[in-house]
């Protein structure tokens, strides 16, 4: 498959009629197209060899220890191009057996307010621990607005949480704002939100005395938004492996919580006198904490007791 060019080892990996367009800059833009995916370079005219040899001898190793269905790369959308190239020179060799699926999940970039790269004030790019210290110091802040001081393990469960949901809670491939009050408001689409939800719930419980749940009985509008909130966050979990990202369930969990907190403004759980309907709604209590924690559990975001 090989052939020198100009000194250099290459593979050609195009496609017959296969161009790449090109991005339109307007809608009404005619679209125009690239030249055909240009080869493949192995090795340079001096010698040196590249990063796309190494990945195509890294799945020929992968591929003789083991007999892999599918393989995930997980970088930056800025390396599509490589790994299309890689995985196209694999399959063309037979590195890659036919039936064996190489995919490469591109993630976008977080950005600053500017729409740029976040950096430090200096220039420099930002490391993961410091991104982590700015949040859980500003969720340090707002538990002690709330009452709450010297619990640095809940600041840092809130911090981390609201780090996570406002990275996941974006399609995967898209670029994203970082906006430390947005990603920390206790109120709206964020991590902290949905660890208030359920530090609300376990206080219901609590006192309620409520350990095990009894018959739910839908009667009104608000427990019907309830049970169909639900459905989607259930139906969302294969939606989401699919697509190999977590946005939706991001999305379906903040539904849920949203539809639970709308129920519980309108109705008064641990005052109603009616037993039976006291029940079902502690029972839909219980239902909500156990489905939003599970959706907290598989976004790695730690649940609290207390906000």
């Known amino acids: 498959l090989a052939r020198v060019s100009d000194g250099a080892l290459v593979v050609d990996i195009a496609r017959e009629g296969e161009h790449i367009p090109i991005p339109k800059k307007s809608e009404n833009e005619e679209q125009r197209y690239k030249n055909p995916m240009p080869p493949a370079i192995l090795k340079k005219y001096n010698g040196g060899y590249l990063y796309i040899s190494t990945e195509i001898a890294t799945l020929a190793m992968r591929n003789k220890m083991d007999n892999y269905d599918e393989i995930i790369y997980l970088t930056d959308n800025r390396q599509g191009k490589h790994f299309e190239q890689a995985f196209r020179c694999a399959k063309l060799a037979g590195i890659s057996p036919e039936n064996q699926k190489l995919t490469h999940i591109a993630f976008g970039t977080m950005n600053g307010k500017d729409g740029k790269p976040f950096k430090t004030r200096s220039g420099e790019t930002i490391r993961l621990k410091d991104v982590v210290k700015l949040l859980v110091d500003k969720a340090s802040e707002k538990l002690k607005a709330n009452g709450i001081e010297n619990d640095p393990e809940l600041a840092r469960k809130i911090g981390v949480g609201a780090m996570k949901f406002g990275d996941l809670s974006n399609i995967i491939s898209k670029d994203y704002i970082f906006d430390i009050d947005k990603f920390l408001s206790f109120d709206g689409k964020t991590g902290p939100y949905i660890q208030y939800t359920i530090a609300r719930i376990n206080s219901i419980l609590s006192k309620a005395n409520f350990l095990s749940s009894k018959e739910i009985i839908v009667e009104n509008g608000e427990e019907r938004d309830i049970i169909l909130a639900l459905q989607k966050l259930n139906s969302s979990y294969k939606i989401c492996y699919d697509d190999y990202s977590l946005n939706l369930l991001c999305s379906s969990t903040f539904d ?18 009616d037993e039976t309907k006291k029940n079902s709604m502690l029972s839909i209590c219980l239902l909500m904490k156990k489905a939003l924690s599970k959706a907290l559990d598989v976004l790695g975001i730690d649940v609290v007791e207390k906000m």
Do not use: G, R
């Open 256 to 273: 849920l919580a949203k539809a639970f907190s709308t129920y519980y403004n309108n109705h008064k759980i641990l005052s109603e006198k």
